[in-house]
């Protein structure tokens, strides 16, 4: 079946510093890859949508600039985090789909935990 | 605007025990439906997608229904186990790709 890894799974920096987190579809081409946020105790809500090859798409809300996307190649997207600030701690994962995969049509990465200190 | 709401918030069953999940949604020109299991500080397993020209959906010992009509959705789990123990996400999508999740039911089932 479809698999989405994500690394790192977790990761701890400093305040003002930049973190990347890594999204990668193994065994399919993965046309668009989408990235989440849960807060505690919230719902997972969607940041941003990314299609391969072109500029992300996102949400409302969103800091594009603090929130850099990067969908370089079928297989693999990239969050950046810039200037981490700990109101930036959450839970990130990120979601990669393919034309014709089917009902399920959506594979979710096991998501990276992020603490800004 | 989508919004999904899921009662409970937080269930705890003895282990043997049934059980029922429920999650509501506002707009119901949905696409489908899904059931979600998030394990503490993990990823995503989908459990069961219904269509939204389908009424059920059935997997083991776990059944999703729904009614499109009145933004409705529960969540079935027959002989509850402490494997179980987890947080229950559902999630609506329409025809685009944007999933719209619940807050989620954090379920507990005690040995």
């Known amino acids: 079946g479809a698999v989405v890894s994500q690394h790192p799974s977790w990761v701890i920096c400093k305040s003002g510093t930049s973190v990347k987190i890594e999204c990668r579809s193994l065994d399919f081409q993965a046309t668009t890859m989408f990235w989440y946020r849960q807060f505690p105790k919230q719902s997972l809500m969607l940041m941003a949508t990314?299609?391969?090859?072109?500029?992300?798409?996102?949400e409302q809300g969103v800091e594009k600039d603090k929130f850099l996307i990067n969908h370089a190649s079928l297989t693999l997207s990239t969050l950046t985090v810039t200037s981490a600030h700990p109101e930036d701690s959450s839970f990130y994962i990120c979601?990669?789909?393919?034309?014709?995969?089917?009902?399920?049509?959506?594979?979710f990465g096991s998501g990276t935990r992020l603490t800004v200190v | 605007k989508q919004e999904v709401t899921q009662i409970p918030a937080a269930l705890s069953v003895p282990e043997g025990e049934n059980l029922v999940l429920n999650c509501s949604f506002t707009?119901?020109?949905?696409?489908?439906l899904q059931w979600f299991r998030q394990d503490p500080g993990k990823g995503l397993t989908s459990l069961l997608l219904?269509?939204?020209?389908?009424r059920e959906q059935t997997s083991g010992r776990l059944n999703a229904s729904l009614d499109k009509s009145s933004g409705r959705s529960t969540l079935y789990i027959a002989a509850s186990q402490p494997g179980d123990s987890a947080t229950y996400l559902c999630?609506?999508?329409?025809?685009?790709?944007?999933?719209?999740f619940g807050t989620g039911t954090s379920l507990t089932v005690i040995p």
């Open positions: 707009d119901s020109a949905i696409y489908n």
């Open positions: 999630a609506v999508r329409h025809s685009g790709n944007q999933f719209y």
């Open positions: 219904i269509q939204s020209s389908q």
């Open positions: 979601s990669a789909t393919f034309p014709g995969q089917g009902n399920y049509g959506y594979t």
């Open positions: 990314s299609n391969e090859g072109s500029k992300a798409t996102y």
